[in-house]
T-cell receptor
Framework: DPKIIQKPKYLVAVTGSEKILICEQY?????MYWYRQSAKKPLEFMFS???????DNQTASSRFQPQSSKKNHLDLQITALKPDDSATYFC??????????FGHGTKLSVL | GDQVEQSPSALSLHEGTGSALRCNFT?????VQWFQQNSRGSLINLFY???GTKENGRLKSTFNSKESYSTLHIRDAQLEDSGTYFCAAPMSNYNVLYFGSGTKLTVEP
């Protein structure tokens, strides 16, 4: 059973629209993260949360907003979508800053 | 990114053989992690090392924090070992894990 659930697996959006990527983890970890992987760049850190508080943000654009409604949830809202946002978005979690575990990813295509 | 350099970028092995992947850091790291991204795109955590050596089946990893490098050894390679292997390490901010560009491993019959 997957311990980090990401929904949806695949997402197609039109330019200018808004989407929310869902992530829930059942590992009991206190820290959650979002990473992005595109063909042009290696795995790229976006956000980290610890105990539902934002710890680090290395995403330049405010169009990307993480949302943590529960301790084991970290969703990612993306507004005004652009074709360059097309990528696979991985949610991850860890206990403190130790071993990192990833979800299976949401592959986003912006047309 | 540039602070985590992986080599080689691509590697081809025949089944049953082995090789080593290397990860160099431009600064002192407190720990390293190795991941395999398989054919389905899933990222699997292989190792977390703060120092020394760890072994798991046909995989072995070492981390030399003083000389700022880590290696991942694969022996008796199998077809299912194909994929991209990433090393990653936290920089000054422990919450942020930086990834290398990966080594794409192809295991051939």
């Amino acid at each position: 059973d997957p311990k980090i659930i990401q929904k949806p697996k695949y997402l197609v959006a039109v330019t200018g629209s808004e989407k929310i990527l869902i992530c829930e983890q059942y590992l009991g970890h206190n820290a959650m993260y979002w990473y992005r992987q595109s063909a042009k760049k290696p795995l790229e850190f976006m956000f980290s949360y610890s105990y539902q508080k934002l710890m680090d943000n290395q995403t330049a654009s405010s169009r990307f907003q993480p949302q943590s409604s529960k301790k084991n949830h970290l969703d990612l809202q993306i507004t005004a979508l652009k074709p360059d946002d097309s990528a696979t978005y991985f949610c991850a979690s860890s206990q403190e800053a130790e071993r990192l575990f990833f979800g299976h990813g949401t592959k986003l295509s912006v047309l | 990114g540039d602070q985590v350099e992986q080599s080689p970028s691509a590697l081809s092995l025949h089944e049953g053989t082995g090789s080593a992947l290397r990860c160099n850091f431009t600064t002192t790291m407190r720990a390293v992690q190795w991941f395999q991204q398989n054919s389905r795109g899933s990222l699997i955590n292989l190792f977390y090392l703060a120092s020394g050596t760890k072994e798991n089946g046909r995989l072995k990893s070492t981390f030399n924090s003083k000389e700022s490098y880590s290696t991942l050894h694969i022996r008796d390679a199998q077809l299912e070992d194909s994929g991209t292997y990433f090393c990653a390490a936290p920089m000054s901010n422990y919450n942020v894990l930086y990834f290398g560009s990966g080594t794409k491993l192809t295991v051939e019959p």
